[in-house]
């Protein structure tokens, strides 16, 4: 039963690991570096994510490639939950990390993507650079590797949280700082 | 069918097998045969499309799984099964399944009508020109009906244009098939590839080069191909008709659409490019003095050979018009197919009416 079950996880693995459809979904500077990854120098087609596909019921992997404002936050929350199982988070640089140069005192960004869905891996640095983006997605999948079939469950029950619910963006604010929320729109 | 037909009637009969069941089995076969040579075609057409994509923008890729990347649509492929399947809470349940198989079904069945050699079509049918086109209508609104039944309006903005295209990209199509009936005289596409046989001057494309391109083009349109993939504009429109759909519905679409580019380019290379002609008219079979079944075998396994490279000439074209251009504006292709290609297929096939006629009064 075992050796059954570690060749089918063996095979589950190496097929997800190596096809990796990440989201096109860029909020700001990172997306060029996002783009840059795709393009000729870097090649991310090496490692079968190149198809990036436009809407999140058919891609895996979602590369945050930017800051999230508060207004982006519900979207983001939603573009997470239409993708389909299983499904990938990269933060890409800082601010999705946590904030970046954004950390002490904005009132329109959020402070970490983490915040709103779960990250599965940070990489920081502001913008990083395409060999970065590279590594993190190399070991994303030296991690995915690791999974087996029967976690699946569990792993895909830390994906839902109800702490936020799309069109909720207040919740992820101080109450003294909707009142400038509100004024700067 | 012939001569494989007889070599398996005889086979069969002689371990007592009842008549109905062998012509029920023989059905069995081909169809095993078209299914078979489908998916192994789709998934290397997949991949190869993306090496000669990596090619053309100077990449490398894919080649970290398997030898240099030979098993990454195997990859690609167990992972879409994999995944999950969702249902949109606003779909029309029965529709938004349906529409897949709607899709995928008449381009499975159309590759039964194209002669891949002498003795190896599956269905000759006497109007097979015809019965290819009528069937492969069914496909946009298969794509119709996965824009409607999912719920969301960028799906169903794709599904109308998918119908609005193959309307006005039918036309040509049908006015230039005209034309190439005209000029051989049948409908049966095996009888088309014959009356091109001899050396590649007699090949239709060389009467109706004309034809030819228009043809070309509309196939390009008939497939969502990219200067015209309006139907999935990725920019415009999320993904198009397939937006809400995932796991193995979306990889019957993706399926649909290269098998269809397989089997459309297996089209034109019969109408145009002489089939399984060879070029120089000359059979290897026939130099080599073999006796007389396995000399047809080997024959007939030299015209699948002539026929599958002249299609992949052809599929190595459409995927460079992918490489080479833009996506187009709808109105403007649309625009396109009315004002200038319906006048050049009608202009193209009155010069084949006088071609026609001066080789008559010959």
């Not at chain 1, 299983?86 to 640089?93: E, F, L």
Request: aromatic share 14%; with cysteine.
């Amino acid at each position: 039963m075992n050796i059954v079950l570690t060749s089918l996880n063996r095979i589950y693995n190496q097929t997800r690991a190596n096809s990796l459809w990440p989201l096109t979904f860029a909020t700001s500077c990172c997306g060029i570096e996002m783009m840059c990854v795709s393009a000729a120098d870097y090649d991310v087609a090496r490692f079968g994510s190149e198809v990036f596909r436009a809407s999140p019921r058919q891609s895996d992997l979602l590369i945050i490639a930017g800051t999230i404002t508060h207004k982006m936050a519900p979207v983001l929350l939603k573009l997470y939950e239409q993708m389909a199982e299983p499904k990938y988070v990269i933060a890409m640089g800082a601010c999705a990390c946590s904030g970046g140069m954004f950390a002490n005192d904005s009132y329109s960004v959020v402070y970490g993507a983490d915040k709103i869905i779960p990250v599965d891996i940070y990489l920081p640095m502001c913008p990083p650079k395409p060999e970065a983006l590279i590594n993190a997605i190399i070991k994303l999948q030296s991690e995915i590797k690791k999974e087996s079939i029967t976690d699946r469950k569990n792993i895909i029950a830390s994906h839902k949280s109800n702490l936020f619910k799309p069109d909720d963006c207040d919740i992820l604010m101080k109450k003294e700082d909707i009142q400038v929320f509100k004024m700067g729109i | 069918m012939g001569l494989f037909y007889v070599i398996y009637l005889d086979f069969m009969r002689q371990i007592n097998i009842p008549d109905w069941l062998i012509i029920i089995l023989w059905h069995i076969i081909n169809f095993c045969f078209a299914a078979v040579l489908l998916i192994f075609i789709v998934l290397f057409l997949v991949l190869f499309e993306r090496k000669y994509l990596a090619f053309f923008t100077r990449r490398k890729g894919p080649n970290r799984v398997g030898l240099n990347g030979c098993l990454q649509t195997a990859a690609d492929g167990l992972k879409i099964l994999f995944k999950e399947n969702i249902l949109p809470s606003g779909a029309d349940k029965f529709l938004y399944f349906c529409a897949p198989l709607l899709v995928f079904s008449p381009i499975m069945a159309v590759y039964c009508l194209i002669p891949f050699a002498e003795d190896l079509t599956a269905y000759n049918s006497c109007c097979g020109v015809l019965l290819f086109m009528a069937i492969l209508s069914l496909p946009p609104l298969g794509v119709l009906f996965a824009g409607y039944s999912s719920g969301n309006k960028y799906s169903l903005i794709g599904g109308i244009r998918s119908c609005v295209q193959s309307i006005s990209s039918e036309i040509p199509v049908f006015i230039v098939l005209a034309g190439i009936v005209l000029l051989t005289g049948s409908m049966n596409l095996n009888e088309i590839t014959k009356a091109q046989s001899g050396i590649f001057l007699n090949w239709n494309i060389f009467p109706s080069i004309l034809g030819f391109i228009i043809f070309l083009i509309c196939s390009l349109i008939i497939m969502n191909r990219i200067p015209f993939d309006f139907p999935e504009a990725e920019s415009e429109l999320t993904a198009g008709y397939n937006s809400e759909y995932s796991g193995m519905k979306f990889a019957m679409f993706f399926l649909g659409e290269y098998a269809l580019t397989f089997i459309f380019s297996a089209f034109i290379a019969v109408l145009f490019l002489g089939g399984y002609n060879p070029p120089f008219g000359v059979y290897a079979a026939d130099l080599l003095n073999l006796p007389l079944i396995s000399g047809a075998i080997v024959k007939n396994i030299e015209q699948f050979f002539w026929l599958m490279i002249k299609t992949y000439i052809l599929i190595l074209i459409i995927m460079w018009f992918r490489a080479a251009y833009p996506r187009l504006r709808q109105s403007d292709a649309i625009e396109f197919c009315w004002y200038i290609l319906i006048p050049l297929s009608v202009f193209n096939l009155f010069i084949l009416c006088i071609i026609q006629f001066i080789r008559g009064c010959l």
